[in-house]
């Protein structure tokens, strides 16, 4: 197996509590409204189907999105429409959402779950049912998946990257579904291969989860051009760029997409998602989710349907030991804290981390000792330190000719700032003001 | 459950143990041989002026944050460290009131005048040093041999010895300037209790060990380039005795006295080691490491400016790779 890594970057305590929990299901209880907001994806957001006193099935399509990047939107429960309202989604976005009183009585769509042959289907058909089925990229970024799978015609995909990294502290998903859902993984890879039956297809695995490489090596050995990679744990290795230069020795160039330079990176509940709406005709409905911290009774992984309320899944697994004082959606270092725990599981939610004021509260900001941390263990190159003075004397010309556009938002450098300095938050807020402003700088 | 308040905030969630207090006890940790290691040699001379200046530089400290109404931050260790180096930078024969006035120059004017902690441009022990040797030179460069009852040496410090007199160490000066049998300001006649004390600040992560090797390889290499009397050559011998072990690894190393850029770093060393040699070989004073300090520490904005590490995705020239 090779063995590969990437320049730079921080060794965050791993907190993987949970990585030896199989999965297991979590069903809405009787009483629960589950809300579907319209927009859990990049690009165009979803227009509604339904309206309000429509009886709708689980796994029927309730929103569907116009145009290419945007996606379809699936009910996991069969019930009434409640509501359709605005809310504050797991994001910190307001989204409208369509509100559905569950009423347990799981009536499925015709077809739900029929088996399908993917080999007798063209690229064109599985590419529709991947658009249809409301797959986006589920590591987090929420790109709609059938346009990443679709790129330019004259882009040329020669590596097929498939991220099993999970650098991110705390989470343990894709450890067991790469663990537990093995053959449907390999069968995952065989059909994402197919796609592009021309590319070198690459896992990439931190090597803290051995097991799993073990096991999928063990019964991928059939599958040509097909390589599991070890990475050395360090963060932010599945972060898209980092990966591709840890596997294929290739930076991305600045300003560039990953398929500029024949590379295509997905995730590995993606292409689980892919397979189960291709080979299994199930929508994205559900998904795993860990759910860990320090205030939970029962920490571990489940099968959760989309649309639940974080307290409502918290409630069914256990509940609280205490009330927490942070709780993040995603991970510790990407992840974003939620304000209340009404807010839905989105497509994207990884997990719900509830951390004690022990442990989620932030240090106060102090004064830079100038220790030049920041420098040494950006993976972008970067000077976080240089970009936050730039950002607090509030100059967007001087941010953006300091590269700060660059920036791939991993928060490495306030993680390791001595001074607890919010080191990322300054340098994103002004990279996303200029970035809508398609500010960038001359190559 | 229902109306909990729960705390948002931007990411990343969790930050590493490390603060600047930790670092900066850290620091000071690692200073303990070599303070003791100067007590041992000097005696209870150097206690005392270590007691006065630590607490001098912790009074100023206190004083201007009182009466600029800022937070009173000595709890950060901060003033600790810059009295403590001072006085490890001061011979154990100064009269008491010399600590006093350099920590007034280092915590006042190098340090909180430009801005407080992580903002003085150059070291303040090392600058305030530097004062008192120009300023009140008839009194701060007497340095007493450590134990000159035994020692043989008739000269002040082994580098003035070698410049002066033509000295040529024997194995026995070998082992006196590696324990620290020497004369020499408190804290820089120990070879041995500095690089306990650098080993532990480089097994911590607090410093790399880059700045303080390549400035002592660069110095061995200069020295040899510019010999300084024509009876011999000692480069080990030059690299053990005077302060540059202490500067080396406690006083280059300062953060904001020092680049923040990886190649930043390689060339503000190796300049410093240059500097050394040229003043110990060719200027009127036979020690040079505090002078080759603060002048390389004028150049970290510059450095900084021109070592920016290579954006990913580009080439060093900033332009998008191919």
């Known amino acids: 197996m090779k063995i590969a890594t990437f320049k730079r970057g921080v060794h965050p305590k791993d907190s993987k509590l949970t990585a030896y929990n199989t999965i297991k299901d979590v069903l809405p209880n009787l009483t629960c409204v589950l809300k579907y907001p319209l927009q859990q994806h990049i690009g165009a957001p979803c227009k509604p189907l339904v309206v309000v006193g429509d009886r709708v099935l689980k796994g029927q399509k309730i929103a569907e999105g116009q145009g290419f990047v945007t996606t379809s939107i699936h009910s996991s429960v069969s019930g009434e429409v409640t509501k359709i309202s605005e809310i504050i989604n797991a994001t910190g976005d307001i989204s409208k959402a369509i509100f559905i009183q569950n009423d347990n009585l799981e009536e499925t769509v015709p077809n739900f779950g029929d088996k399908r042959d993917y080999l007798s289907l063209s690229r064109d058909e599985i590419l529709a049912i991947v658009k249809d089925s409301g797959i986006v990229g589920l590591g987090g970024a929420g790109f709609p998946t059938h346009v990443k799978l679709n790129p330019p015609k004259d882009k040329t995909i020669t590596n097929i990257i498939i991220n099993g990294a999970e650098c991110e502290p705390y989470l343990t998903t894709d450890h067991r579904v790469m663990l537990e859902n093995t053959d449907r993984l390999i069968e995952s890879i065989k059909l994402l291969m197919h796609l592009f039956p021309n590319a070198k297809c690459s896992l990439g695995i931190e090597i803290n989860k051995l097991d799993a490489i073990r096991k999928i090596e063990s019964l991928s050995s059939d599958i040509e051009n097909f390589e599991v990679v070890g990475l050395i744990p360090k963060y932010p290795q599945g972060a898209e760029k980092q990966l591709i230069l840890a596997i294929t020795d290739k930076e991305v160039p600045s300003g560039s997409l990953p398929h500029d330079i024949g590379c295509l990176v997905i995730n590995v509940d993606t292409i689980l998602a892919v397979q189960n709406a291709v080979c299994n005709n199930v929508p994205l409905i559900e998904r795993i989710l860990t759910l860990t911290g320090d205030c939970i009774v029962n920490p571990g992984n489940y099968r959760v349907r989309i649309g639940s309320s974080a307290k409502n899944i918290v409630e069914s697994i256990g509940g609280l030991k205490e009330e927490p004082f942070k709780v993040i959606a995603g991970g510790p270092m990407m992840g974003k804290a939620i304000h209340e725990l009404q807010v839905p599981l989105s497509k994207t939610t990884s997990s719900f981390i509830f951390l004690t004021e022990k442990s989620g509260k932030l240090p106060t900001e102090r004064n830079c000792i100038r220790c030049g941390k920041c420098v040494d263990f950006c993976p972008a190159g970067l000077l976080p330190v240089e970009l936050n003075r730039i950002v607090l004397d509030n100059n967007l010309n001087e941010f953006v000719q300091s590269d700060g556009v660059d920036c791939i938002e991993c928060g490495s450098c306030s993680y390791i700032c001595p001074s607890k300095r919010h080191l990322a938050q300054s340098i994103r807020a002004f990279r996303r003001t200029a970035l809508s402003k398609k500010l960038r700088k001359e190559r | ?322």
């Open chain 2, 1 to 322: 459950m229902n109306n909990i308040k729960i705390s948002i905030s931007s990411t990343p969630h969790i930050r590493a143990k490390h603060t600047i207090n930790s670092i900066m006890l850290d620091v000071l940790i690692a200073l303990i041989p070599a303070t003791l290691a100067g007590i041992y040699f000097f005696g209870a001379n150097a206690l005392l002026r270590i007691i006065i200046s630590i607490a001098s530089a912790m009074g100023f400290e206190y004083l201007f944050q009182k009466g600029t109404k800022q937070p009173i931050t000595l709890n950060d260790y901060s003033a600790i460290l810059t009295g403590l180096l001072l006085a490890l930078n001061l011979s154990s024969t100064v009269p008491l009131w010399v600590p006093v006035v350099g920590n007034l120059f280092a915590i006042i004017i190098v340090k909180q005048l430009f801005g407080g902690l992580g903002q003085n441009f150059m070291n303040p022990a090392l600058a305030a040093r530097v004062f008192l040797t120009i300023s009140y030179a008839a009194v701060a460069n007497n340095y007493l041999p450590a134990d000159s009852a035994v020692d043989v040496l008739t000269y002040a410090t082994p580098l003035s010895a070698i410049k002066f007199n033509d000295f040529v160490p024997s194995f026995a000066d070998y082992k006196d300037v590696f324990w620290g049998n020497v004369g020499g300001s408190v804290g820089e006649t120990s070879a041995f209790a500095i690089i306990i004390g650098g080993l532990y600040l480089i097994r911590k992560k607090i410093i790399d060990w880059k700045i303080p090797v390549i400035i002592i390889v660069s110095v061995l290499f200069f020295s040899f380039l510019f010999k300084r009397n024509d009876l011999g050559f000692h480069p080990i011998y030059e690299a053990l005795s005077g302060g540059l072990l202490l500067g080396a690894f406690f006083m280059a190393t300062d953060y904001s006295s020092s680049p923040i850029t990886p190649l930043g770093n390689i060339i503000f060393a190796v300049c410093i080691g240059l500097m050394i040699s040229i003043i110990r070989a060719f200027g009127s004073y036979p020690e040079g490491v505090a002078y080759a300090i603060l002048f390389m520490n004028l150049w970290v904005p510059i450095l900084d400016r021109y070592t920016k590490p290579r954006v990913f995705g580009t080439t060093r020239g900033g332009k998008s790779i191919e």
